[in-house]
């Protein structure tokens, strides 16, 4: 059974998501602590990652290096920031189903 470590993405503060959510994940698959890191973006941080360009290319490279980010469409039509989460190739689409798969698996979801 793989060993994959799950984050709920919900700030928007910048020195959390650059050196907890990005630090950890991105480190996690780069030097295999985790067999994999799923990423699920939702509110406020979609904002961070769409207007800030530090957050973004950082995404961007997770993404290149196999970190695997999806970020909620909803959220991201609210929010009117759509194009620039598509920008960095991520993964959007309605999410509520994933998020209540993920806390029904009970292998624990950092939240942040």
């Not at 990005?22 to 890191?37: E, F, R």
């Not at 904002?47 to 530090?54: F, G, P």
């Not at 620039?84 to 979801?109: A, H, P, R």
Request: some cysteine.
């Amino acid at each position: 059974m793989a060993n994959i470590a799950k984050i709920l993405w919900t700030t928007d503060n910048k020195e959390t998501a650059m050196n907890m959510v990005c630090l950890y994940a991105h480190n996690a698959v780069k030097l295999g602590w985790m067999d994999g890191v799923e990423i699920l973006i939702w509110g406020a941080s979609q904002q961070l990652i769409a207007n800030d360009v530090e957050v973004a290319a950082k995404v961007k490279a997770m993404i290149k290096d196999g970190v695997k980010v999806t970020a909620c469409q909803k959220c991201a039509e609210n929010l009117g920031v759509m194009e620039n989460l598509k920008s960095c190739d991520m993964q959007i689409y309605y999410t509520g189903e994933l998020l209540s798969s993920w806390l029904k698996d009970s292998k624990g979801v950092i939240s942040v």
